[in-house]
């Protein structure tokens, strides 16, 4: 149900921006009838500021001169100064449309999914500091849905304290000789961390507490892992653009419930000055099983207010279970 719950939330993100204006997230998943399924998700953007117009781009001599010579020297003078004092009132900041891409990072463990262009000022003064995301993944034999928030102090694209909150289910189904197992489960996680930043390199890392609940079916109250956990959770995730076209992007998580972790690597090429386009490569593994990904992922398209990321590609588990996986995120800045 919060599956569904996640693709409406989707849909919503996209209505509240058209009324106002996230690794992510995507889900990794391990194959296993009793046990946890890895979710692996994505990354927060950082990106250009805008260009702003100011009142120096309008040369009060050139004006002021132009209307006199047409209206007279006093009619003039004034006419150019109201029409100077509306234009520094009522623009701001410029809508030069989306800044180039630059740093950004996809991320495992539910951290934000993918790169962003939307203008890294709100108001034409202040840094927007709330990056909201939500996403669903799919696979052979399980799906999750995912949602989270984003808050930076100093604004999404500097330096400093930042705050991640996800949350996740996901179900995993486990063919057995007689019947179908399937294992339901809800997470969540809120990780402080801090962000660095030089030049076209980023780094972010998180610790912080980590929640599950397991709801088997069918149901074995003898399972240590029925029912709720709780532990800790780290994070990291790195991006570099070392030229223009070019980015490549990684991500890792641990966790203390079941000895979880996960990576993913990827990189991309910049197409049309659009979005970027490459492989990707990401791996999971609790005390029960492992997972691992091989694909191709779409990062940073723009549609209006909401960016969006999507891959799709082969999986495999420890369970000798192969298939396709596919995923799509969606993330907003209100």
Same mark, same amino acid.
Do not use: D, K, N
């Given at each position: 149900m919060l599956s569904v719950a996640a693709v409406v939330g989707t849909g919503a993100f996209g209505a509240l921006a058209q009324a106002i204006t996230v690794e992510r997230s995507s889900a990794e998943h391990s194959g296993s009838a009793q046990s946890i399924a890895r979710l692996t998700g994505a990354s927060d953007a950082a990106s250009d500021e805008p260009e702003d117009f100011d009142s120096g781009d309008f040369p009060p001599t050139g004006l002021e001169a132009s209307l006199e010579a047409e209206l007279g020297v006093g009619l003039g003078a004034g006419l150019a100064a109201g029409l100077k004092a509306n234009l520094d009132t009522s623009i701001p900041a410029a809508e030069a449309g989306p800044a180039p891409l630059s740093a950004d990072t996809t991320a495992l463990a539910m951290l934000t999914p993918f790169p962003s262009s939307a203008p890294a000022l709100s108001g034409g003064s202040t840094a927007d500091q709330v990056l909201l995301f939500g996403g669903y993944d799919v696979w052979s034999n399980g799906s999750s849905a995912s949602a989270g928030l984003h808050w930076a102090q100093n604004g999404l694209a500097n330096d400093g304290f930042v705050v991640r909150l996800s949350l996740s289910n996901g179900a995993e189904r486990y063919q057995g000789s007689r019947r179908l197992y399937t294992t339901d489960i809800f997470r969540a996680a809120i990780m402080p961390g801090w962000r660095f930043k030089a030049g076209e390199f980023e780094l972010k890392l998180f610790a912080g507490a980590d929640f599950e609940h397991h709801n088997l079916t069918p149901d074995d109250p003898a399972s240590k892992w029925r029912g709720p956990h709780a532990g800790?959770?780290?994070?990291?995730?790195?991006?570099?653009?070392?030229?223009?076209?070019?980015?490549? /992007?990684?991500?890792?998580?641990? /966790?203390?419930?079941?000895?979880?972790y996960g990576f993913r690597a990827a990189a991309g090429w910049r197409l049309i000055d659009a979005f970027w386009l490459g492989p990707e490569f990401s791996g999971s593994r609790d005390e029960f099983s492992r997972q691992t990904r091989l694909g191709f992922h779409l990062t940073g398209l723009v549609s209006g207010p909401l960016e969006w990321s999507a891959a799709m590609g082969y999986v495999s588990d420890s369970f000798g279970r192969t298939g396709s996986y596919a995923r799509l995120v969606a993330q907003l800045r209100p």
């Open positions: 800790l959770r780290v994070a990291a995730e790195a991006w570099a653009q070392p030229i223009p076209e070019l980015m490549l /992007t990684t991500s890792f998580y641990a /966790t203390t419930i079941a000895a979880g």
